[in-house]
Nanobody, 125 residues
Framework: QVQLVESGGDSVQAGGSLRLSCAVS????????MGWFRQVQGKARGRVAR???????TYAEAVKGRFTISKDSAKNTLYLQMNALKPGDTAMYYC???????????????????WGQGTQVTVSS
């Protein structure tokens, strides 16, 4: 059974850092586009960062320069390093896997077949 399990979410002060992890099982995630998304209650789920099978990364404008997406094939884990956190970053964060090698073909949440259950990030001022 394909499973994606996020961890690392916490409550931190503005300016702090967190490292989110997404443990993947049941699928070779390294061969596909992987992404991080976030959602606030009452709002649509938005794309945060993506990494293609070849390692190419893309970021939402709001997190450029502060967040870094990476993966460790040996550990079968996806990461999101979050620095200089702002209150606006408060959300439930989800990791997801698409059925494409390149994230160029997976711009929307509906393009991702597998999702984790999320990990909460809360940033206070």
């Amino acid at each position: 059974q394909v499973q994606l399990v996020e961890s690392g979410g916490d409550s931190v002060q503005a300016g702090g850092s967190l490292r989110l992890s997404c443990a993947v099982s049941g699928v070779t995630y390294s061969g596909f586009c992987m992404g991080w998304f976030r959602q606030v209650q009452g709002k649509a789920r938005g794309r945060v960062a993506r990494i293609s099978a070849d390692g190419t990364t893309t970021y939402a404008e709001a997190v450029k320069g502060r967040f870094t997406i990476s993966k460790d094939s040996a550990k079968n884990t996806l990461y999101l390093q979050m620095n200089a956190l702002k209150p606006g970053d408060t959300a439930m964060y989800y990791c997801a896997a698409a059925g494409f090698k390149s994230c160029e073909y997976a711009p929307l949440p509906t393009d991702y077949a597998y999702w984790g259950q999320g990990t909460q990030v809360t940033v206070s001022s």
